[in-house]
């Protein structure tokens, strides 16, 4: 069972058009990260939501955090063929450093 | 500055040799992470450090798995004896921990197992 579960799984878009990614889960996290990975590389953090209902904005893409911070989601405005990537989400419970990764998901951004 | 650096980058083996993974943590990190990538499973945690003590290795699949930490600027990841099923890209990553902290990963080594 995958405590944390990411949709879609692929998604393919053209350049310019708007998307959004999910990331839930039936378990309280203290604190929801997303990453970005390019393929021969690691993941890279983007950004770390820790309060329920908290909205951030890294510049095209916003990230919130679900009221009961059970869920998260990842909305990016007028997709560029660099966003390309897998996406992973990553929550941490308690006061552990241990993070429990998504499956991900695949986005291409056709030009 | 340097990220963590793993090494090698790629790794093919036969069935039943020892395969030894390397990380060489961000100076100044005082906790340490390995990773397992496959497809099937996505990443899971394997065994993490903190200041080069083993804390929670509940991840770590079998006795064939064994990681060691021996100073601040080194890990190792042993498999022994290797089989296919272990063939993954299988990264490491550092922070500093604190209440926030952000994990920095390296690039991964790919192993394959023939």
């Known amino acids: 069972t995958q405590l944390l579960e990411q949709s879609p799984q692929f998604l393919s878009i053209q350049e310019g058009e708007n998307l959004t990614v999910y990331c839930n889960s039936s378990?309280?996290?203290?604190?929801l990260q997303w990453y970005r990975q390019e393929p021969g590389e690691g993941p890279v953090l983007l950004v770390t939501v820790v309060t329920g209902g908290e909205v951030k904005k890294l510049k095209r893409l916003t990230f919130q955090f679900g009221d009961a911070r059970k869920d998260s989601s990842l909305h990016i405005t007028a997709a560029q063929t660099g966003d390309t990537g897998l996406y992973l989400c990553?929550?941490?419970?308690?006061?552990?450093?241990?993070?429990?990764f998504g499956k991900g998901t695949k986005l291409t951004v056709n030009p | 500055d340097a990220g963590v650096i793993q090494s090698p980058r790629h790794e093919v083996t036969e069935m039943g040799q020892e395969v030894t993974l390397r990380c060489k943590p961000i100076s100044g990190h005082n906790s340490l992470f390995w990773y397992r990538q496959t497809m099937m499973r996505g990443l899971e945690l394997l065994i993490y450090?903190?200041?080069?003590?083993?804390?929670?290795d509940s991840g770590m699949p079998e006795d064939r798995f064994s990681a060691k930490m021996p100073n601040a600027s080194f890990s190792t990841l042993k498999i022994q004896p290797s089989e296919p099923r272990d063939s993954a890209v299988y990264f490491c990553?550092?922070?500093?921990?604190?209440?926030?902290?952000?994990?920095?990963f390296g690039p991964g080594t790919r192993l394959t197992v023939l």
């Open positions: 990553a929550g941490e419970q308690g006061g552990s450093e241990k993070l429990v």
């Open positions: 990553a550092s922070s500093f921990r604190d209440s926030k902290d952000t994990q920095y």
């Open positions: 378990s309280v996290f203290s604190s």
């Open positions: 450090f903190n200041n080069n003590v083993p804390i929670d």
